[in-house]
């Protein structure tokens, strides 16, 4: 089974525009760190915010803020006021920590490419 | 500034050759891994390492093999490349058993197996 599912291949949005990328995702697991990525077309891994699975607030950095529903296992990213730099591959990710692993692996999903549109 | 430096960003080599990929990184992370993404499939785990000489197969190991002699460098080698080993792949570290820190990614190399 997906560890995590993003549904939404491609997504568009007018700048300016606030857009909301889907990510759910499958644990058992009490202790856990969601994430998401940001890939422009250059390749590299940008790391945009942290949600922990104790938070009890949603997290949120500038522009970017995490939705957090424990209970629906979602963990949606919110950019608000869309820009054209935001055009970008976007990964959700989960990394476990109660699995008598001191691993703490990500677990990736397949992204969503996002394009803004002036 | 934190940094994970993977040696090439793109490679062509032939059929059956053998291919080193190096990582390095500066944090002195235990944790270093390697990734293979592939268009609509995400990113897909080759092999990790939690400690120098340690290593742990991932999902797709299969083709590939590492090595980490040194804590600060991670080697994913292709026995005998294949066509199907044309992909993108991605290095990275981290900590371990730190729920409040990201994983560090290397800028990729681009590999075409011809």
Same mark, same amino acid.
């Given at each position: 089974a997906q560890k995590i599912t993003q549904t939404q291949p491609g997504m568009f949005v007018q700048e300016k525009e606030a857009v909301t990328l889907d990510c759910t995702y499958d644990t058992s697991d009490p202790s856990y760190g969601l994430f998401w990525y940001k890939q422009p077309s250059s390749g590299e891994m940008i790391f945009l915010i942290y949600q922990g699975s104790y938070d009890q607030q949603n997290a949120t950095e500038g522009r970017y803020s995490l939705n957090f529903q424990k209970a629906r296992k979602s963990a949606n990213l919110v950019i608000s006021? /869309?820009? %054209?730099?935001? /055009?970008a591959m976007y990964f959700c990710a989960m990394r476990e920590f109660d699995? #008598?692993?001191? %691993? #703490?692996r990500l677990y990736f999903g397949r992204g969503t490419q996002l394009t803004v549109w002036p | 500034d934190v940094k994970v430096t993977q040696s090439s960003r793109y490679l062509v080599k032939r059929t059956g050759e053998k291919v080193f990929l190096e990582c390095v990184q &500066?944090? &002195?992370?235990?944790n270093m891994f390697w990734y293979r993404q592939d268009p609509g499939l995400g990113l897909r785990l080759i092999y990790f390492s939690y400690d120098v000489k340690m290593k742990e197969k991932g999902d797709i190991p299969e083709g590939y093999s590492v090595s980490r002699e040194k804590k600060e460098r991670f080697s994913l080698i292709l026995e005998s490349a294949s066509t199907n080993q044309t992909s993108m792949y991605l290095c990275a570290s981290s900590v371990p058993r730190d729920p409040n820190t990201e994983a560090f990614f290397g800028q990729g190399t681009r590999l075409t197996v011809v």
């Open positions: 006021a /869309s820009q %054209l730099g935001d /055009s699995r #008598g692993s001191t %691993l #703490g | &500066d944090m &002195d992370h235990e």
